[in-house]
């Protein structure tokens, strides 16, 4: 899975992306959503507004005349407008002149406005001349993520400094995931001189629920509308050490879901079809193979999940509204690859036909922390895995990581929230926070002084990895040569000890008990 924030900032490079506001709407007539489109603002967007007065901070690159975000909820579409205006005071600033802009063609269409250079009070229309050039460059290709993006990137020629650029685009959003809906949060990350604003507005009918953190100022609403004017902000001033949720600054969401209860009866129906094995499936012999040579749930489970984990590859896929639809298990083994949603149907499918209670959870690669004290939104999960329920109690288990395999030794989650996926809908969960059931790293050394504290002492240093960092520490070594392995070790423990001076190093790996490295 795969979210973004859409951020609201006075900068070089400005972001428009599909996963950011959802809604449905049929795709214009004869536009092509490959191509960027070129047209005046849409009707509903209000002017931008006037700069400040505040006086520039000294050494400035360049001043923000205005920095404006308009977000319409249609009845049956969702439209943003984005507007920036800034002034060129030195050479640093010319930056601002390589513009880019990012979108989906499968849920997006990209209309540019406007890109004017105004130099001397007199206008200069840069679109008469020059047009953006569209790329799909896949950024993330090195992580194994195909997301389906396209970069548009436009220089705008002949910029100075002293000049002001201005540029304006608007998006046009539909899901074709999860249907009419609108969600999506901005995070306002400017500072210094200039005005900033963020407007949404809904059509009639709609109900939208926003919030804003403590830091930024109350909106003006009128039932229909909420304006957050957010005039030269100074430097966002962070709690060091804070768990995130103390540290959500500037941060602007809204929603329709009513409650998580919305959004998990939402998701749940697309896992729900993935999730179904086909008569005659493969994936469904090996089910009955595993659950054939024992009767015990917990090496059932473990084996599926060595079985998921080896035999399918980790690749995102979020093409054509994959963010949040997982691919059907029979196309995930034919391609033998697939994300976490992939993965985890392929092994929820497995866990149940073996009798085992499991269910797909959505959580937050990054723990999750103030989960719970955001809008409703699917926007708060990034992963997806599968919690099965053995002997009274519960194991998240990932079938994207390597290793972690062997239940009984399974750390306990690390997730501050979860969401399971349930036709009927579910409430966010707060996992209970529990003691890891070892430690993370045993050191032991042996020290022979028996020559004389005069001469070089007989050292035997072992360390003992477990949990998350193992499966990785072997999978990085075991991808080595064996000259370069051994050197990686011994650079290791150079770094570790440094008063060590290996003449030997090994190492061993156990499934069941971690990897071993010695020197």
């Known amino acids: 899975m795969r979210n973004d924030i859409v951020w609201l900032i006075a900068g070089c490079v400005l972001a428009a992306n599909s996963t950011f506001v959802v809604a449905a709407r049929p795709s214009p007539a004869k536009v092509d959503p490959n191509q960027v489109q070129y047209g005046p603002p849409p009707p509903w967007a209000a002017p931008s507004p006037a700069g400040t007065a505040t006086e520039t901070p000294a050494g400035a690159p360049f001043r923000v005349i205005y920095s404006d975000s308009q977000i319409a909820v249609m009845a049956d579409h969702v439209e943003r407008h984005v507007a920036f205006r800034a002034k060129l005071l030195n050479a640093q600033a010319l930056t601002l002149g390589a513009l880019q802009l990012e979108w989906n063609p499968s849920s997006q269409t990209m209309t540019v ?29 090195e992580a194994s993520m195909l997301t389906g993006m396209l970069t548009a990137s436009l220089q705008v020629p002949g910029l100075r400094v002293g000049d002001e650029v201005e540029f304006a685009y608007t998006t046009s959003d539909r899901d074709i995931t999860l249907g009419n809906r609108a969600y999506g949060a901005n995070l306002l990350l ?48 962070l709690i ?14 809204y929603s329709d879901f009513a409650g998580w209860k919305d959004v998990s009866a939402a998701v749940a129906p697309l896992f729900d079809k993935a999730s179904t094995l086909a008569s005659g499936s493969a994936v469904a012999a090996e089910a009955d193979r595993i659950a054939s040579q024992s009767e015990d749930p917990l090496l059932r489970a473990g084996a599926a999940l060595k079985f998921v984990q080896e035999q399918i590859r980790y690749v995102y896929v979020g093409l054509d509204g994959a963010n949040y639809r997982p691919m059907e298990i029979e196309t ?14 392929m092994l929820l499918a497995m866990l149940k036909r073996m009798g085992i209670s499991s269910e797909i959870v959505l959580v937050n690669s990054q723990g999750g922390d103030g989960i719970w004290e955001r809008v409703p939104s ?45 036709s009927g809908g579910a409430d966010l969960e707060r996992p209970p926070a529990t ?85």
């Open 378 to 422: 699917p926007l708060m999960f990034d992963h997806a895995v599968v919690r099965a329920q053995i002997g009274g109690r519960n194991y998240y288990l990932d079938s994207t990581q390597a290793g972690n395999r062997v239940l009984s030794l399974l750390e306990p989650t690390r997730y501050r929230t979860a969401l399971p996926l349930r």
């Open 190 to 237: 400017a500072e210094g001189a200039g005005a900033n604003r963020l407007k949404l507005s809904w059509a009639p009918g709609k109900v939208v629920h926003y919030q804003n953190s403590p830091d930024m100022p109350a909106p003006v609403a009128d039932g229909s509308s909420a304006t957050w004017q957010f005039d030269d902000p100074k430097p966002v001033k």
């Open 113 to 141: 406005n406007t890109v004017r250079i105004y130099r001397d009070g007199s206008p200069i229309d840069v679109l008469t001349t020059s047009r953006f050039s569209v790329m799909q460059r896949e950024a993330n290709l």
């Open 240 to 253: 060091e050490g804070a768990p995130p949720r103390f540290n959500v600054r500037r941060l602007i969401e």
């Open 332 to 345: 995930t083994w034919a391609n033998r690859f697939g994300d976490c949603k992939a993965k985890s149907v």
């Open 435 to 519: 003691p890891a059931v070892r430690p993370e790293l045993i050191r032991t050394i042996d020290l022979d002084l028996t020559a004389g504290v005069t001469k070089p002492g007989k050292v035997t240093a072992n360390r003992y990895i477990m949990g998350d960092t193992a499966p990785l520490f072997n999978a990085q070594l075991s991808a080595l040569p064996t000259d370069q392995r051994d050197r990686s070790l011994r650079a290791y423990w150079a770094a570790q000890d440094g008063w060590i001076e290996p003449e030997k190093v090994s190492w061993r790996y156990d499934d069941g008990n971690r990897p071993v490295s010695r020197a």
